[in-house]
Every structure is written in structure tokens, then in C-alpha cells.
């Protein structure tokens, strides 16, 4: 378990450091949202009642932005290969690797998410409800982005590609994250049902990105 | 045959439908000739596959 | 036969140069009975004639699906057994997949605006398609972009596993948005049971367009074999030159 926290903690200084992409993620949050109400006007009752919906878009391209990071610098420089061929399974590697990369980048999405929300004037009570949907989504995000970012490593193509592999897997994560979001808010439907599903979805990624990444890694760079 | 008041509609989508067989099938066959030509210029010049070249 | 006896390419073009020729006669003859009973079918008292829009509508959306059941059974092919001609057919499967599943679209769009007033409608079904073609597209990128075949290969059967275990919660997932978003009516294509005349016709045309993808499917994996063929001969070619 020692190299899995090794992994974890090196992850985590690499994405800190200047140019290592960390705060790049809550950064690109919150310039979409900042140009939110450029594109749509700043008429405070729509956009309260679309911020959820925003947010969670956002979110969902920031971290597809930062996926990138993920293997590439690995595979660049050689340790993605000793990596792989270390005793330690693939599948934990990978899996202390996504799980540093949502800490250094979903996780500041969820902290800034509050402020955000402020600006898209959402309602106060239900920023709190919001944010839990972020923290409990943002993990399926980063696991699910996990398994496009081990195709397009092997594969040494560009990081659209990475979007367009990703992206339709995310749907349901999307889905049941805003839905949770406007429950809280004003919705007919309670936010528990929602909620429960969304954690559903991500508790399943983190079992099946890790293995769908590992055989991803395994069959393309053998 | 009578389409009624929408047979607009209904014309387009079998011309649609048609439209992509159509362009799934010609891709295929000229695919098919293509790769034929190819094979048949290679083989003439003399270039042989392995599994020809055992004996 | 064995699928294990149809693994040698060669054996395999062979058995597709005899067999495809049947496979066309078969294709035309289901597609003109079809056809016929499409066009001549009673019109539904709800929808009028654009019911003979369903006919295309529905075989196209079950191929769209069947499609990418066929690459994930070639995925399974390539990766756990190994057979080698499972990558050649996961191959194969995607474009006709994807071109039944847009037909599928398109039609349903058609469909749509004399039936409910507009061209796109984010009904549960069609946009449930939309996403299965967008995941389409990605596969397409995967199998036919990639500089080594067997790579590509490879990275497109590991996301057409991954798309078949996600397919099913996708589509979950836009029934229930369906239902939040759209309380009031329910959108049902072909109404809630299809009459029997309308059924046959129905199920004919689904047989004339499943004859045709796999009439399809064995032709682009004999092209695609060929495709091959040429690569390691050119391959060789340059290796000669050099030596």
C-alpha cells in the first residue's frame, strides 16, 4: 500500500507545482461562468434558474480539459512504462492516479462551485445541496475521463479526441447531477432519488474506469 | 397511393434512406476495386506476400 | 463451421466470394416484398400515411443497436479469445452502425415534425440515439484513424465494451430525464401496440435491412482484409528495398 500513497502524493506535488495544471481547472470554471451571462444576459431570474445546469457544465469541461495531464507527462517521460511494470497492479496505479487528479482538480471545482453559484444568483439556501452534487459527480467525472485518457495515450492523438470518447459516457452523470442540483432548488421531485443514483453512477466508475483505463494502457502499449 | 397531407415528409425519408444505402454501397464496392487495382499492380511488379513465398 | 475454422483470411475471402452473391439476391427480393407491403400498408388513424415512416424508422434504430452488439461481441473476440479475425469485423460493423443509426435519426426528425410540430424533439428514444451515434463516432475515430491497425483495433474494442455496459444506464438515465422534463404527454411512436397490419410490413423491411447489413458487414471485411493485404505487401516491398 506504501507505493500506492507514493504514486498518490507524487500525482499530487507534480499537479501543484507551476505549470503542473492543478488551480488551471477552477480557473476555467470560472471563466466560463463568467462568460455565461455574456452569451445569455444578465437576467438574474434565468439565470438562477439555468445556474445549476451551467455549473455542472462547466465542471463537466473543466475536468475533460484537465484529463489530459492525466498519462501524457507519464508517457512522455518514461514512468507510465515502469509503471506498467511494476508488481504493483495496474488497476491500483491508475486508480491512486485519477484519485490524485480529482483532489488537485475536481475537488477545487467543488470548493470554488459556492461563489460561482453566487454569481449566477442561485439560490442561497440550495448552494450547499449544489455543491454536494459536484463532490459526489465530479469523482464519476474524473474516473470515466480516466478510461479516454488511456485510449488517446495509446493511441498519441489529440486531446478532442479525448472529448468525444468521453463526453457521451458522462451523460448520465450530467443527467442525474443537475437533476439532483434543481431538486434541491425548487423541484417537483425530491433530491434524494437523484442524489442516490448519482453516487450510484460514481462508486461504479471507480471500479470500472480503473479496469477499462488498465486494459486500455495495457492493449495499446504493449 | 395516396400520401396524404404530409407526403412530403414521407418522400424524404425514403429518399434519405436511400440516399445513405446508396452511398454505403458504392463506398464498398469502389473500396472493393480499389484495393483490388492495388493488389494487382503489387503482385505484377513481383511483390510477393509470405505465405506464397515458402517454396 | 466452426467460427474457428473461418480464421484463416484466405478461407474466409473464399467463403464470402461464394456466398455474398446470395446474400444480394436474398437482400433485393426481402426489400422488394417489403417495399411493397410498406407503401401499400393502411394508414394509422392517429398519424395518417407518415406511419410508413416507421418502417424505416424502427429496422434502422434496432440495426443502429444490433451494430454495436456486433463490435462488442468482436471486441470480446479480439480481446479475451484472440481470434483473428474479430478486430477485422468490430471494424466492419462500425460505419454501417453508424450510418442505421443516423438513418435512424434522420427518419425519426421526418417523423416527427408533421407528428409533433417540429424537426428535433428531445424524446427519450431519439435522443438516446443521438448519443449512441456520438458514441459511434468516437469508435469510427478509434478504428479508422489510427496509424497501426491493431492498435486502433485494440483501443475501439475496449470502448465498445465500455459503451456496451454504459448503453444500458445511458438509456435509463434519458428515459428518467425524459419523464422529469416532459410530464404532460406521452410520446409514443407507432401508438402503444402496432396493429397487425402494420406489424408484418414492419417486421419484413426489419429482415430486408438486417439481410443488408450483414451483406454489408462481409463486404467491408473482405475490403478490409484486402486493405491489409496491401499494407504487409508494401511493407515487404520497402523492406526489400533496403536489403
Request: aromatic letters at 20%; proline letters at 17%.
Given at each position: 500500500m506504501n507505493s500506492l500513497a507514493a504514486i498518490l502524493v507524487r500525482d499530487m506535488r507534480l499537479a501543484v507545482r507551476?505549470?503542473?495544471?492543478?488551480f488551471m481547472g477552477a480557473l476555467f470554471f470560472l471563466i466560463v461562468i463568467t462568460m455565461t451571462p455574456f452569451a445569455i444576459g444578465p437576467d438574474l431570474a434565468l439565470l438562477a434558474r439555468i445556474g445549476p445546469a451551467i455549473l455542472w457544465l462547466g465542471a463537466l469541461l473543466a475536468s475533460l480539459l484537465a484529463l489530459d495531464r492525466l498519462f501524457a507527462t507519464d508517457y512522455d517521460d518514461g514512468s507510465l512504462d515502469l509503471l506498467m511494470m511494476s508488481e504493483v497492479p495496474l488497476e491500483l496505479t491508475v486508480a491512486a492516479k485519477a484519485l490524485a487528479h480529482w483532489l488537485t482538480t475536481g475537488l477545487p471545482l467543488v470548493v470554488v462551485a459556492p461563489l460561482l453559484g453566487l454569481m449566477l444568483n442561485v439560490d442561497m439556501h440550495a448552494l450547499g445541496w449544489l455543491t454536494l452534487t459536484l463532490a459526489a459527480g465530479t469523482p464519476a467525472l474524473t474516473f470515466i475521463g480516466l478510461i479516454g485518457a488511456a485510449l488517446s495515450v495509446a493511441l498519441r492523438r489529440g486531446g478532442l479526441l479525448l472529448a468525444v470518447l468521453v463526453l457521451p459516457l458522462t451523460v448520465p452523470v450530467l443527467i442525474f447531477g443537475v437533476a439532483a442540483a434543481n431538486a434541491a432548488i425548487a423541484?417537483?421531485?425530491?433530491?434524494g432519488p437523484a442524489f442516490t443514483i448519482l453516487c450510484a453512477l460514481s462508486l461504479a466508475s471507480l471500479v470500472l474506469g480503473p479496469i477499462a483505463a488498465t486494459a486500455a494502457l495495457r492493449h495499446g502499449l504493449e | 397511393m395516396n400520401l396524404g397531407p404530409h407526403a412530403d415528409f414521407i418522400v424524404a425519408a425514403y429518399a434519405v434512406t436511400l440516399f445513405v444505402v446508396a452511398a454505403l454501397i458504392a463506398w464498398v464496392l469502389l473500396d472493393y476495386s480499389a484495393q483490388r487495382r492495388i493488389l494487382g499492380n503489387l503482385e505484377e511488379r513481383g511483390v510477393t506476400r509470405r505465405s506464397r513465398r515458402k517454396g | 463451421m466452426a467460427v474457428i475454422d473461418i480464421a484463416n483470411p484466405t478461407r474466409f475471402l473464399r467463403i464470402v466470394d461464394r456466398v455474398l452473391p446470395w446474400l444480394i439476391a436474398a437482400t433485393i427480393v426481402v426489400f422488394a416484398i417489403g417495399l411493397y407491403r410498406a407503401l401499400n400498408a393502411p394508414d394509422d388513424y392517429q398519424q395518417g400515411a407518415t406511419v410508413k415512416i416507421m418502417f424505416l424508422h424502427v429496422p434502422a434504430a434496432w440495426l443502429g443497436m444490433f451494430g454495436w452488439a456486433v463490435m462488442s461481441v468482436a471486441a470480446l473476440g479480439t480481446l479475451?479469445?484472440?481470434?483473428?479475425?474479430a478486430d477485422v469485423s468490430g471494424k466492419a460493423a462500425a460505419p454501417i452502425g453508424a450510418a442505421f443509426t443516423f438513418i435512424c435519426l434522420v427518419t425519426g426528425s421526418l417523423w416527427g415534425?408533421?407528428?409533433?410540430?417540429?424537426?428535433?424533439v428531445w424524446d427519450a428514444r431519439l435522443t438516446s440515439m443521438l448519443v449512441l451515434l456520438l458514441l459511434y463516432l468516437g469508435v469510427l475515430a478509434l478504428y479508422w484513424t489510427a496509424e497501426e491497425p491493431g492498435r486502433g483495433a485494440r483501443a475501439a474494442a475496449i470502448l465498445s465494451l465500455v459503451g456496451a455496459v454504459n448503453l444500458p444506464i445511458i438509456k435509463f438515465s434519458v428515459d428518467w430525464w425524459n419523464t422529469l422534463h416532459q410530464p404532460a404527454s406521452v410520446f409514443r411512436i407507432g401508438g402503444s401496440a402496432i396493429d397487425p397490419s402494420l406489424l408484418t410490413p414492419l417486421l419484413i423491411m426489419a429482415l430486408a435491412f438486417t439481410l443488408l447489413f450483414v451483406t454489408l458487414h462481409l463486404a467491408v471485411m473482405r475490403n478490409e482484409i484486402l486493405r491489409r493485404r496491401v499494407r504487409s505487401m508494401r511493407l515487404m516491398q520497402a523492406q526489400e528495398a533496403h536489403a
Open positions: 507551476v505549470g503542473g495544471g492543478a423541484g417537483p421531485t425530491p433530491f | - | 479475451v479469445w484472440r481470434h483473428p479475425l415534425r408533421p407528428t409533433w410540430g417540429t424537426y428535433w
